[in-house]
């Protein structure tokens, strides 16, 4: 049977970044118990419901997520409670990945001591940018200094692999403060890294900003979209030569240091989301996908608003993953691996397709039976996925 990942939300944040429409923010820290003590009650509660739903849940844990927000505000106490329930309900294996996202700065040593306690072997710090304006300018509350301090912290406290976070297209960035961003981050030695180029939500404060032509959180001085593709394609070339070759359209690592927490979503593996706005994806025992989530609203999870009842996915909609979550890895979609998923005609039939995009200089075929994006493919792959959408799925 696959190994289970299991992903757990914690929602609270010191500030709210200007970008972010994520549900999280800055809540009471009296809400911080009550909402352990609904993710313990989750958790118990979850074979019941997978039985109800007919959905398979693997009992074996290889990777474990904590994002947010930043989990790292939780007390430790509360962090040890959170992982003890895991460990109960779930056999964690030895091996198993651990994340725990962190702020810089947002992380004291009693909570450094509880993390490696806990078993977590990989941090991964929200950056951003190591150009201490920029930061500043989007509501991070760190300096270079602070997150640099932090990164030694968790390295010489022995967490194994370290990730950080950058952006491309934060108000007031240059391509010369993005390459000092850069150059920063190779400096540290990180085994992994994550580079995302500004989109900006519509409900975000920036967003909101923005669509007023208005002045407030530096709104006017975002980068145009040529320079933001600019910045993403020159960090492609610059982390290679420092030993991050990229895996995944955002992501780029050491060799064996790709998260492998989040290769469970793009290459469609089972994985569990727990707690508020999480999102999962098990399979029935009829092999169809099953995907379920729970509310963005705080007071109404906190009030007991539980997962969604799962909705099968159709054998359409489960073309359109392999495409879309597959050709995000470097590594693309095998047409072999399709054809054992689904039939041989299907496949034939997405190769019109293929053969399109493959004339535009979006997609390659690569290893003769593997189809990857293209260099261009990936400055415009929400363009490439939607070609995908509404596949036929002959049988």
């Known amino acids: 049977m696959e190994k289970l990942g299991l992903y757990l939300s914690i929602p609270f944040c010191r500030s709210k970044c200007t970008y972010c429409n994520f549900a999280s923010g800055v809540f009471p820290a009296a809400h911080h118990e009550r909402y352990v003590a609904r993710l ?21 844990v290889d990777s474990i997520y904590v994002g947010g927000g930043t989990p790292s505000l939780l007390a430790p106490a509360l962090i040890r409670r959170l992982f003890t329930a895991l460990r109960r ?3 964690v294996m030895p091996t198993a990945e651990i994340t725990m996202e962190c702020a810089p700065g947002q992380m004291d040593s009693a909570v450094l001591e509880t993390l490696a306690e806990c078993g977590v072997n990989r941090i991964s710090f929200g950056v951003q940018s190591f150009v201490d304006s920029e930061a500043r300018h989007t509501g991070r509350l760190h300096t270079r200094a602070v997150a640099l301090e932090d990164i030694r912290r968790v390295q010489k406290a022995g967490v194994s692999q370290v990730s950080v976070d950058l952006i491309a297209g934060l108000p007031g960035q240059t391509l010369e403060s993005w390459y000092e961003s850069l150059r920063v981050l190779a400096e540290t030695g990180v085994d992994h890294a ?3 180029m500004l989109e900006v939500d519509d409900e975000s404060r ?27 394609s020159e960090a492609i070339g610059y982390l290679a030569g ?38 999962s994806m098990l399979r029935a025992r009829s092999g169809a996908a099953l995907r379920f989530g729970t509310t963005d609203d705080l007071d109404a999870y906190l009030g007991s608003a539980g997962w969604t009842e799962p909705g099968r996915m159709s054998r359409e909609q489960e073309l359109e993953e392999a495409w879309f979550l597959g050709l995000r890895l470097n590594e693309g979609v095998s047409l072999a691996m399709l054809r054992g998923q689904f039939s041989a005609s299907v496949v034939r039939a997405c190769l019109a397709t293929v053969a ?40």
């Not at 997978?50 to 959905?55: F, L, M, Q, S």
């Not at 200089?361 to 400055?379: H, I, M, Q, S």
Request: proline share 4%; charged share 25%; net charge negative.
């Open 206 to 232: 920036l967003g909101r900003e923005l669509l007023a032509s208005g002045a407030r959180y530096y709104a006017q001085e975002v980068p145009g979209d040529d320079l933001i593709a600019e910045m993403y």
């Open 40 to 60: 313990e009650e989750d958790l118990r509660a979850i074979r019941t419901r997978a039985r109800a739903w007919g959905a398979v849940l693997p009992n074996a």
């Open 356 to 395: 399109q995009l493959e004339d535009e200089g979006l997609l390659r075929f690569a290893d003769g039976d593997r189809v990857t994006l293209t260099a261009r493919g990936r400055l415009l792959s929400n363009e490439v996925f939607q070609r995908f959408l509404a596949e036929p799925a002959a049988a």
């Open 194 to 196: 994550s580079i995302y």
């Open 242 to 279: 420092h030993g991050l070759a990229q895996y995944e359209i955002s992501n780029f690592a050491r060799p064996d240091c790709e998260s492998l927490h989040n290769l469970k979503y793009w290459r469609r593996q089972p994985y569990l989301g727990v707690g508020l706005d999480a999102h």
């Open 89 to 91: 309900e779930f056999a």
